[in-house]
């Protein structure tokens, strides 16, 4: 069997188990404290459930992350993640979703605990409130379904506790239908008369009127363990698949006689469904055997099997299980695959729509090298282009490896076995064996990995289910439940053991006992990543911060609240407590350690007590299209901590438009205030803060259908103070701020506003500090600012520049460049900063540029602190890029400069509340490597090339951020041979935007 077939047959088997009666049904109601969770902006397991109103505007999914997530039809986009409470094991995993006909209500239903029992969550789609919490069930749910009119809504219930069905929508019971259920109820659904039809694990189906009383109960002829049910939309035929069967039963509606029966490959059908117009039966397989097929049968379900090839092809098996699949009425289908990824396909296998999985799918077997120590490692990657990751904890750094591409350490394999610990029988296997004797593992697991200690006193077993280590004669020593581990090492010289599970994680666990002391997850782009310890002191490449955050339970019926970890960074961002944690092997002698190093005071501090504002949009609403520029803007803010708010600022396209009083801190609180917008597609967003910081942003977009632009007499709404000037231009790619109309959306002959660009150009190569000399950050600064002064005329009306070469870049020089970009930027405008040079961290971790004047021994006095570049960036009112080219002083190695970790600052600085897109030279401790026959650091030459032109890749005759990204990205390594790599980071709030044409 093939590795990822086989991945996916230990899913499947795990998705069976995951539904008998002896699964434990998950932890304590309202589990105590914050819990640590991965967001991506997509699921990162299974999704067990899809449903969608009727009209096929939204969709909704729900899984075995436990969240539950809104998307828009047929986009995609994403829209909102609804938070039930969660809790350790199985709480809070969601096997059931249903939307209300009209798309008003969305429910949730699976391993949620509620009091003493399990609940139902009803949310509202609009507001993402929770509308009612339906609770005191007695056993989990496993599914959802409302009635075709939205009067009723169903729940079928794990353990023989049958199907409750509730009124809408005050959400009272309608019906309890618990006798004579024998086994766990695996589906329900309505047909458009009113009546329900179930099946259950006891191996009957049931029909019931619509007064809910049984008028038809049969067993079921294809199988005993049903595993989905549907009426045709006619409620003419019944279609019902099993777990324990290949087949399909199609049943009559009227009195539950057989019809007909279909088969599909496989040993499993895991759902079946109905076309809208009931021409079509589509079923989805799995299983031990594959191939693994999403299918159609025509004829009104009586036809031939169809197979629907719903893959892209390029990422993943091309035959991966589909999970969930959802017919739509223009004929397609949504589906999801186990990666999981999700698309929407058409019934002859056109594919509309696909999106990626948004974590790693890590290669099995003996793919995961180690260094001796434990500190690096290198991983195979299923289905991709980049085929390899390798991450350096000491570096601070994430590569993709190409072709034979390797580390510069040795790294070693998982050992396979000593003469006294020979393991065979391990692949995908119930009964691997250690000297020929099986080895014990939990019922429904497979080991799929292994490694022996160089000591040859243990070994490690990776399992679908977990981590184990057991003693050489094969006693379990310790088990760490873990999500599908695909590959282990133990380091030669490491005290760990190092897993790679499904969930795109790895994990370092102290060998002595199984504690997880790091994490590390690697995003898609093999670019951002973000490792943290067990108690969340974390480090992050640049823009990874929002990869993961804290879920924290609310108590009454409220859902959950989730704050990124870059709301506590004062407290949690350190790179120092993570790297000692591997090093000492225990996290909080590795926090004392640090803390007495870095002179800081110990903090022992509540995360409850120190959590920013909530807010969140309420008016306009997601997508709404506005035709005036002065609108009422509704939300919600609440402060969770019970601190008081002490600010509401509201941004449009990422920069500040107007501030609100701050509230009280008691309760949550309606606010309205009337912002201007201007003439053009905008997001709308609003952040509270208090005394511990700033909240997420909740944002919206609205599309603007007004007049196609404002009249001459009329200055642009968030520039009504400022002079505005109009030119006649049918070019493209226009940079306007907020209160400009791009002319990327003029159309030939139409009247728009051009920005005016302002450039602070700061390079300092010759200090006066001889060790600190540079080659070319002078040449650098110098050749930037030259490179976008051609762009005048093009993008933007005017290009003024103030460039601070040398002798010129005095701290005071500086600190009234900054002073000067700030005034004359107006909300209209476009500022850029480049600085190159050195820059250090004092030993408080404060980030200082060093001037040419820079004096080491009087850094406070002479270096221009972090707290002078933030604050103008906040202040600055238009579009604001940062381009950073610095490092540590001294140290300087050949035609290397000394390496700077500015990770912090490029994170802070790309923050909402701060609002700069800011492209960097390198990460982690890399050096910004400059060669003479370059004339330039390696980062600005390849800047220079992307603006003049090479950076428009698809010869649209514009650069937007996201393309000059891309171009720096590819560019630098290549010069540098992968010894530099650039990054860039772009506030959730900012949209990509054109900063440039190429030059013709």
């Avoid at 249903?98 to 699976?110: F, K, Q, V, W």
């Avoid at 997420?696 to 007499?713: H, K």
């Avoid at 109009?726 to 907020?738: D, H, I, L």
């Avoid at 150009?761 to 490179?787: C, P």
């Amino acid at each position: 069997m093939k590795t990822g077939q086989s991945s996916h047959v230990i899913l499947v088997v795990a998705l069976l188990f995951l539904l008998l009666p002896q699964m434990s049904r998950g932890g304590d109601a309202v589990p105590p404290g914050p819990v640590l969770r991965i967001e991506t902006g997509g699921h990162m397991a299974r999704i067990f459930k899809m449903d969608s109103d009727r009209a096929n505007r939204f969709l909704v999914t729900g899984g075995e992350d436990k969240t539950v997530r809104l998307w828009e039809l047929p986009s995609g986009k994403a829209l909102k993640v609804l938070r039930p409470p969660i809790g350790p094991g199985n709480s809070g995993v969601i096997r059931a979703v249903a939307m209300s006909p009209d798309g008003t209500m969305i429910a949730c239903g699976g391993m949620i605990r509620t009091g003493d029992g399990y609940g139902i969550y009803i949310f509202e789609r609009e507001t993402g409130r929770v509308a009612r919490v339906l609770d005191g069930l007695k056993e989990p749910v496993l599914h959802l379904s409302f009635s075709k009119d939205g009067r009723f809504l169903a729940a079928a219930l794990m353990g023989g506790a049958g199907i409750d069905v509730y009124n809408v929508p005050g959400f009272t019971a309608a019906a309890v239908s618990n006798g004579g259920y024998k086994g766990t109820a695996t589906g329900a659904d309505f047909d458009w008369s009113g009546r329900l039809v179930t099946v259950s694990f006891d191996g009957f189906i049931r029909l019931y009127d619509s007064s809910f009383r049984v008028i038809g109960k049969a067993p079921l002829p294809g199988g005993k363990t049903p595993s989905s049910v549907r009426f045709s939309p006619d409620g003419s035929k019944v279609a019902v698949s099993f777990y324990d069967s290949p087949h399909m039963d199609i049943l009559s509606g009227n009195n539950l006689m057989p019809v007909a029966s279909q088969t599909l490959p496989g040993e499993m059908v895991l759902h079946t469904a109905w076309s809208t117009d009931g021409r079509h039966l589509y079923a989805s397989n799995g299983g031990m055997k594959g191939p693994f097929v999403l299918a159609r049968f025509g004829e009104g379900g009586m036809g031939r099997m169809e197979e629907i090839k719903a893959e892209r092809g390029s990422n993943r098996s091309t035959r991966s299980t589909k999970t969930a699949f959802l017919p739509l009425r223009n004929g397609s289908l949504v589906f999801a695959n186990m990666e999981p990824a999700m698309g929407i396909v058409t019934g002859n296998g056109q594919t509309l729509l696909y999106k990626d999985p948004t974590a790693l799918w890590f290669v099995g077997d003996d793919s995961l090298l180690a260094s001796a120590d434990g500190t690096e490692v290198r991983l195979n990657v299923l289905g991709t282009e980049k085929g390899t990751m390798r991450f350096s904890l000491r570096d601070r750094r994430l590569d993709e490896i190409r072709g034979n591409g390797h580390g510069e350490g040795e790294l070693f394999k998982a050992d396979p076995g000593t003469p006294a610990i020979r393991i065979t029988d391990w692949r995908s296997s119930e009964s691997p064996k250690l000297n020929g004797r099986p080895i014990k593992l939990r019922r429904g697991e497979y080991s799929v990995a292994r490694a022996v200690a160089a000591d040859g006193k243990s070994f490690a077993l990776g399992t679908n289910f977990g981590l184990y280590l057991f003693d050489r004669d094969g006693a379990e020593m310790w088990r760490q439940p873990l999500p599908g581990v695909r590959a282990i090492n133990i380091p030669p010289d490491g005290p760990v053991v190092i897993a790679a599970s499904s969930d795109g994680r790895i994990r370092w666990h102290a060998i002595g006992d199984g504690r997880t002391l790091l994490t590390l997850f690697p995003a898609v782009d093999m670019r951002r990543w973000v490792v943290w310890t067990d108690s969340g002191y974390y480090d992050a490449a640049p823009g990874a911060e929002e990869l993961v955050g804290w879920h924290i339970n609310r108590n009454g019926p409220l859902a959950a609240d989730f704050f990124p970890v870059s709301r506590f960074r004062s407290i949690y961002y350190r790179p120092d407590v993570v790297a000692k944690t591997l090093k000492m092997g225990d996290e909080k002698k590795a926090l004392a350690e640090a803390d007495r190093e870095s002179g800081r005071a110990a903090q022992d501090v509540a995360l409850e007590k120190v959590l920013p504002p909530v807010v969140s949009i309420i008016h306009p609403p997601d997508g709404a299209e506005v035709r005036e520029t002065e609108m009422n803007l509704r939300f919600t803010v609440r402060s969770p901590s019970g601190d008081p708010i002490t600010g509401i600022r509201v941004l449009v396209d990422g920069r500040p438009v107007q501030r609100v009083r701050g509230v009280a801190a008691q309760g949550e609180e309606v606010r309205d205030v009337t912002i201007r917008i201007p003439e053009k597609d905008s997001g709308i967003s609003v952040l509270a803060s208090n005394k511990n910081a700033v909240s997420e942003p909740s944002t919206v977009r609205v599309r603007w259908s007004g007049p196609a632009s404002a009249r001459e007499d009329e200055p642009s709404p968030a520039a009504q103070n400022e002079k505005g000037q109009r030119v006649m231009s049918e070019k493209t790619g226009n940079a306007p701020g907020p209160a400009s109309r791009s002319t990327a959306d003029a159309k030939p002959g139409e009247f728009v506003i051009k920005p005016n660009l302002y450039i602070l150009a700061v390079g300092v190569s010759g200090y006066h500090d001889k060790e600190l000399k540079l080659g070319y950050a002078a040449k650098d600064a110098h050749d930037f600012a030259g490179i976008m002064s051609r762009q005048k005329g093009e993008l933007y009306r005017e290009i003024v520049v103030r460039s601070l070469i040398d002798e010129k870049a005095t701290k005071d020089e500086i600190l009234d460049g900054l002073d000067w970009i700030t005034k004359e930027t107006t909300s209209k405008d476009v500022a850029m900063v480049f600085l190159a040079g050195h820059g250090m961290n004092d030993p408080n971790g404060i980030y200082y540029f060093l001037p040419v004047n820079t004096d080491l021994d009087r850094l406070k006095r002479t270096g221009l602190a972090f707290s002078d570049i933030k604050n103008t960036v906040i202040s600055l009112a238009g579009k604001t890029i940062l381009f950073v080219d610095t490092c540590h002083s001294g140290n300087i190695m050949g035609s290397r400069r000394a390496v700077a970790d500015i990770n912090a600052l490029v994170n802070e600085l790309a923050s909402a509340e701060n609002g700069a897109v800011v492209f960097s030279s390198s990460s982690g401790r890399q050096f910004s490597v400059e060669d003479a026959s370059w004339g330039n650091g390696a980062f600005t030459k390849a800047l220079v090339e992307g603006i003049g032109g090479k950076a428009d890749f698809m010869g649209k005759g514009r650069i937007t951020i996201n393309m000059l990204d891309l171009y720096l990205s590819e560019r630098v390594k290549e010069l540098t041979k992968g010894k530099q790599t650039p990054t860039t980071a772009k506030p959730t709030t900012v949209a990509d935007f054109p900063i440039a044409v190429p030059a013709r």
